[in-house]
């Protein structure tokens, strides 16, 4: 999918005005409407993690996916992840870890 379309998308899950997003993004809301319209494809690095960041403030319906989705639209790479091993947190068993993940995971939203 293409940044102007992820874009539009986002919008309306976010149920945010380009204005509004453009503000809080502070990003100059013509530029907004441009890349809603197609009239520019690539906006640079920053200006799609602020905009991101917007759409993250504004709404918890945005996702850390939707904003991989956005950045890859726009031709980056996604947020890099840290890898975090659940080891620690596991309670040892007679094979070494338990696999029951039922406690590990009650801590984590859902």
């Known amino acids: 999918m293409n940044f102007t379309k992820t874009l539009a998308k986002l919008l ?9 997003l453009a503000t809080d993004g502070q990003v100059d ?11 520019r494809q690539k906006p640079s690095r920053r200006v799609v993690l602020a905009l991101a960041q917007a759409l993250l403030d504004y709404s918890g319906k945005i996702t850390l996916k939707d904003v991989d989705n956005l950045l890859k639209g726009a031709g980056y790479g996604p947020l890099p992840r ?14 070494g870890h ?9 801590g984590f939203p859902q």
């Not at 309306?12 to 509004?20: E, G, L």
């Not at 840290?82 to 094979?95: A, D, E, F, G």
């Open 12 to 20: 309306k899950k976010a149920r945010i005005t380009k204005y509004r």
């Open 98 to 106: 338990s696999r029951d993940l039922k406690e590990f995971l009650t």
């Open 29 to 39: 809301p013509s530029y907004v409407t441009r890349l809603l319209n197609g009239e």
């Open 82 to 95: 840290q890898r975090v091993s659940i080891r620690p947190y596991l309670k040892p068993s007679s094979r």
